[in-house]
């Protein structure tokens, strides 16, 4: 009978095939483990910008996570830029916060912050031209794993709009990342009537990942994903000039005469009609919006805060100040400057309105 030795046994070679079976299983069940334990710590590994992979153990470092920020930029005109930037926090700590601190490295006006419930308490702090330490208080206290959204309102102080040589415009902005920002988007909305500036190789926006959105006004954005604190991303986009547009001379008569003739038909047929064609003509030129403020005004006495019409309405400040303006230059309202707000009066057309 012959014999062959393994792991200091003496096994016969009928057994052979239950050792080979048994070494295979170990095998087997070292390689499950193997998997097991390293698949997640590959799923862990470093993240950065220019790879694939995210280490996991980043958020754990974060108090406070930005779920997502979203920053919408309008460009009305070349010296007229206004800003909304939304976000979602979520606590990760095992603890209660009330306020976040944030900066903005932007020199701005008109600054106002807002949740689904109206405007929130919020101080600021210049700490130079173009850079802010902002800090909110939330309506209520955020726990472990809760989460809450706000936004911001603002117009730009220095707008950040360059011309080259005449036939197109550059505008450049660089975003503000606090804290780690699991998704962050910039959306930048050039004037009505212009494009997207294309030039030879010259770039016409950056990063060139853009998103271009012809709705019919032209929209540029980008999207970022796992920023971590004061990783700024930077964009630029060039854009032509307003066309269409007619002569100095043009442009002058052509609003005077249609305002003569505008008027003069008003007047018109606004004195055969009297209080019933202000009404219909409200009813066929002013949208919902409009319509909306103008009664909640005349519930409050003929008179509010512009602040009060965005609690009441729970609409954004800036959809207040664009019908409020449209209101006014109508003659349906007079607004005043009271403090840092505005006081709403309806005029005498404006109670017509409503009578």
């Known amino acids: 009978m012959s014999y062959i030795t393994r792991n200091s046994f003496l096994l016969d ?10 070494s295979n299983y170990k095998k087997f069940v070292f390689l499950v483990l193997f998997v097991t334990f ?17 280490d996991c153990s980043v958020m754990a470092q974060y108090s406070q996570i930005i779920k997502s920020h979203h920053i919408k930029i309008d460009i009305l005109s070349i010296d007229e830029i206004y800003i909304t930037e939304s976000f979602y926090v979520k606590q990760e700590y095992d603890s209660s916060i009330s306020s976040l601190d944030f900066w903005l490295n932007h020199s701005l006006q008109s600054l106002s912050l807002f949740d689904g419930k109206g405007e929130l308490n919020f101080t600021r702090n210049e700490v130079t031209n173009s850079s802010s330490l902002i800090s909110v208080d939330f309506r209520n ?7 809450t959204y706000f936004y911001l309102f603002y117009k730009l102080d220095k707008i950040p709009i360059s011309e080259n040589g005449g036939s197109f415009y550059i505008f ?24 997207i500036h294309e ?3 010259l770039r016409s926006f950056y990063p060139d990942n853009a998103t271009i959105v012809l709705d019919p006004i032209v929209y540029v954005s980008w999207s970022f994903y796992l920023l971590k604190p004061f990783q700024n991303p930077f964009c630029f986009v060039r854009f032509d000039k307003p066309a269409g547009n007619p002569s100095i001379l043009i442009s002058i ?9 505008g008027i003069s038909g008003a007047v018109i047929f606004m004195r055969r009609k009297g209080r019933k064609t202000v009404r219909i003509l409200s009813n066929t030129f002013l949208n919902n919006t409009q319509k909306r403020i103008i009664n909640l005004i005349s519930e409050n006495d ?11 309405t729970g609409f954004i400040k800036s959809r207040i100040s664009r019908n409020l303006v449209s209101l006014e230059k109508k003659g349906f309202i007079k607004r005043e400057k009271w403090g840092r707000n505005y006081s709403i009066k309806l005029t005498k057309t404006g109670w017509k309105v409503v009578e």
């Not at 390293?38 to 995210?54: A, E, K, R, V």
């Not at 003929?302 to 009441?312: D, N, R």
Request: charged share 25%; with cysteine.
């Open 141 to 147: 206290k955020l726990e472990q794993n809760q989460t």
């Open 199 to 201: 030039e030879g190789e």
């Open 13 to 22: 070679k009928k057994d052979d095939n239950i050792l080979h079976y048994k």
């Open 253 to 261: 008569i052509i609003p005077i005469v249609g305002m003569i003739f």
């Open 38 to 54: 390293m698949f997640p710590l590959q799923m862990c590994s470093c993240y950065d910008s220019n790879s694939d992979c995210y």
């Open 302 to 312: 003929g008179k509010m805060l512009q602040k009060e019409l965005c609690s009441q």
């Open 172 to 195: 450049e902005f660089e975003s503000s990342i606090t804290y780690f920002t699991e998704f962050h988007e910039i959306s930048v909305k050039i004037p009505t009537k212009s494009s």
